[in-house]
């Protein structure tokens, strides 16, 4: 625990100007990030009489053991930068809302020639209008279902497009009027652009000019006695009324606004989110978070307004912004939204009539969010502390161990020989500092091996930064670049666990002994009896087959054996895929594809002549002679064998495709099929 006063500014150093700071902790690593309106002011909160502080800004403090800070010229700017920074290095004692579920969005891909609509999920894409998000996919569905009959707009994916437009034929939306069918150019792309353009300014809320369209078209249908385009038109406004009663209105201005409301405890804040488009409710979301530090109801919400619009752009920041409380710099984030929307922005409590009556629905909402996820929590939080003193009482370990890292093994009968390394913290993946490793100080199998050098390439990168940085000697810790970031190999576990028995930990154990590191724990979880191995023990630890910490630790193991068996089916696929042309220096993937587009196969391109490759844009003679070489020095691939009839498929002359730029694989000859069938190990 760092004494503030060690590392606290000396008077004047600081300057009376906007700006955005951060504590790091003794590794280097960012642990907080903050604004100021005048920093010189904020930061002399920090370096008071510790018993004064909040208990959370307490332990910030004293965990702390640097600070640094950068001037802005506007205020505007320190939130973005604010902003920009928490997203970035992830500080511990920041609040960081979680989302508590995936949500679902209905998109319109306007960036496509012919633009579709779906379901997407995550993170929004360039060109994309977006619409929600949604509570279920299934709600898009029906939504989207009702609407094609108005709107037929094309629903397929890339690949059923591709196929309707070779064959000629549409596909089943197609001819039921639910799709205008661009793949068989019943609609120009121009006429189907605009039928989707269409449908976004309904999903907008501009729902009326469309019904009051429809129904003069109908009108003038029935009088012309054209009976049945007057059933179908009054169809359509049945199902575009349907699909308005879905959300129902909430407004009746045809407001477009967001509305925030916050249910907080002591320990932790649930935010929810209404979005209203047209006085229509048309999307909601719900984020959770811990408080750890010191934040009102004010805070809390430009937390969350930071989160939800700093990557939105547009119409996508509505006009008008309610809230349950104002930040404290409420004049600075209007001016920020209003510069992210590009017109104003109004940021407010509201004080009466609908919109307060709706805020107390957001804020009810909110509440039992809260109740939820503390309920689910409690369990989450006891049973991974449960696990981790279990393992440390079973280890003999000093304390729990809040960061494991755990190694295995994966090989395709000897060959494509890979490890992997997942860490857990605080019983939880730390997925960001997943790592994986080819084995290359020798070939074939030897997971004793193999484990000994991976060992022993992790912990000498732990120990060659804190070498460089000079942390042995002067005992400066450096763990993070000079940005913040984390270096790669930079942080140490409490224990290493290795997916095997006695051998495995003793290759483990002896790797450390030579690098000349003792205070990490080390163990192996052998997968027959699920037994816990420690080093130089011949006796394994076993664990209750009801016990949180086996069942963590079963977890971190299988976790290591994904991630390893993902990697090693990623180089074999490369493997495979492999041709004569990798062998020539210096030719990567934009000029190979280059080459097979231009004479259109392997088998066409080893026939050619050096002037005749060298007509391809890039390829100069020194490298089309090298081609040349490679190719001739191949021998050409085996023919492919139908393996139920046993003939032998011609080659790409005789009617048969040969591997291309687009089908990359080689074709699965009979002596080639009983490898690929091979257990990962």
């Known amino acids: 625990m760092a004494d503030p006063s060690s590392y606290r500014p000396k008077p004047g150093q600081i300057p009376d100007s906007p700006g955005v700071y951060k504590f790091r902790d003794e590794h280097r690593r960012v642990i907080y990030v903050g604004k100021a309106k005048s920093l010189r002011q904020r930061l002399a909160n920090y370096f008071q009489d510790l018993a004064g502080l ?150 907008a809320g501009r729902t009326g000019t469309y019904i009051r369209r429809l129904e003069k078209q109908m009108t003038d249908a029935a009088e012309e006695m054209e009976y049945e385009r007057a059933g179908r038109l009054r169809d359509d406004i049945e199902a575009l009324k349907k699909a308005m009663e879905k959300s129902a209105v909430v407004l009746a201005d045809a407001t477009d606004a967001d509305l925030i409301a916050v249910a907080e405890d002591e320990l932790e804040a649930a935010v929810q989110i209404f979005h209203v488009r047209g006085g229509r409710v048309r999307g909601q979301r719900g984020w959770v978070t811990d408080k750890v530090e010191a934040v009102t109801t004010g805070d809390l919400v430009e937390h969350a307004l930071q989160q939800l619009y700093g990557e939105e752009t547009g119409d ?33 409590i509201p004080q009466r009539g609908d919109k307060k009556a709706l805020m107390e629905t957001v804020r009810r909402n909110a509440q039992q969010s809260l109740v939820l996820h503390k309920t689910k929590r409690a369990s989450d939080l006891t049973t991974r502390s449960r696990a981790l003193e279990e393992i440390a009482e079973a280890l003999e370990l000093d304390s729990a161990p809040l960061r494991i890292e755990c190694y295995d093994i994966s090989h395709l009968q000897g060959d494509d020989v890979v490890a992997s390394m997942v860490v857990f913290e605080d019983g939880l993946q730390r997925k960001s500092e997943y790592r994986r490793f080819q084995i290359k100080g020798f070939e074939g199998q030897d997971d004793v091996r193999s484990m000994h050098e991976v060992i022993t390439r992790r912990f000498r990168r732990y120990i060659a930064e804190k070498e460089k940085t000079g942390e042995w000697t002067d005992g400066e810790n450096a763990l993070t670049e000079d940005d913040g970031r984390p270096k790669r190999f930079a942080y140490p576990p409490q224990l290493v666990v290795v997916d095997g028995g006695q051998p495995q930990v003793a290759a483990a154990k002896k790797a450390l002994d030579e690098l000349g590191i003792d205070d ?47 990697y090693q089916r990623v180089k074999r696929a490369k493997r495979f895929r492999s041709g004569p042309l990798d062998d020539v220096p210096g030719l990567g993937e934009t000029r190979k594809q280059a080459l097979i587009k231009h004479f259109g196969s392997v088998k066409k391109l080893r026939s050619a002549t050096i002037d005749q490759i060298c007509e391809v844009p890039g390829i100069g003679r020194k490298t089309a002679e090298m081609i040349a070489v490679a190719l001739a020095q191949a021998a050409p691939a085996a023919p492919a064998v139908n393996t139920a009839t046993g003939e032998i498929m011609e080659d790409e002359e005789d009617g048969a495709p040969e591997t291309t730029a687009d089908s990359p694989e080689e074709p699965v000859t009979a002596g080639a099929s009983g490898k690929r069938r091979g257990q990962e190990t």
């Not at 319109?108 to 209008?129: C, I, L, S, W």
């Not at 997968?527 to 971190?556: A, C, F, H, I, M």
Request: contains cysteine; aromatic residues 10%; hydrophobic residues 40%.
């Open 520 to 566: 990490i724990a080390v163990c192996g979880l052998a997968k027959r009896l699920e037994e816990v191995w420690l080093p130089d023990d011949d006796n394994p630890v076993v664990l209750p087959r009801t016990s949180e910490g086996l069942y963590l630790l079963q977890r971190v193991r299988d976790e290591a054996h994904r991630f390893a068996i993902t």
């Open 54 to 203: 909040h208990p959370r800004t307490r332990t910030m403090v004293t965990t702390a053991a640097s600070v640094e800070w950068t001037v802005v010229s506007t205020e505007v700017e320190a939130l973005q930068l604010e902003y920009s920074w928490i997203k970035e290095f992830d500080p511990r004692f920041n609040v960081k809302y979680r989302d508590d579920k995936s949500y679902p969005y209905l998109a319109v891909t306007m960036n496509e020639e012919f633009p579709r609509v779906q379901v997407m999920r995550g993170h929004k894409r360039k060109g994309v209008r977006y619409f929600g998000p949604y509570g279920h996919a299934w709600a898009i569905r029906d939504t989207v279902d009702l609407l094609l009959r108005v709107f037929p707009v094309r629903t397929c994916s890339a690949g059923v497009f591709k196929n309707a437009v070779r064959t000629g034929r549409p596909c089943l939306l197609g001819y039921i009027g639910k799709c205008s069918a661009p793949c068989v150019e019943r609609v120009s792309a121009d006429e189907h652009r605009d039928l989707a353009e269409e449908f976004c300014d309904f999903m």
């Open 316 to 348: 996508s920041v509505p006009k008008e912004v309610l809230v349950p409380a104002l930040p404290e710099l409420a004049e600075t984030v209007q001016e920020w939204l209003t510069e992210r929307r590009g017109s104003n922005v109004s940021l407010r």
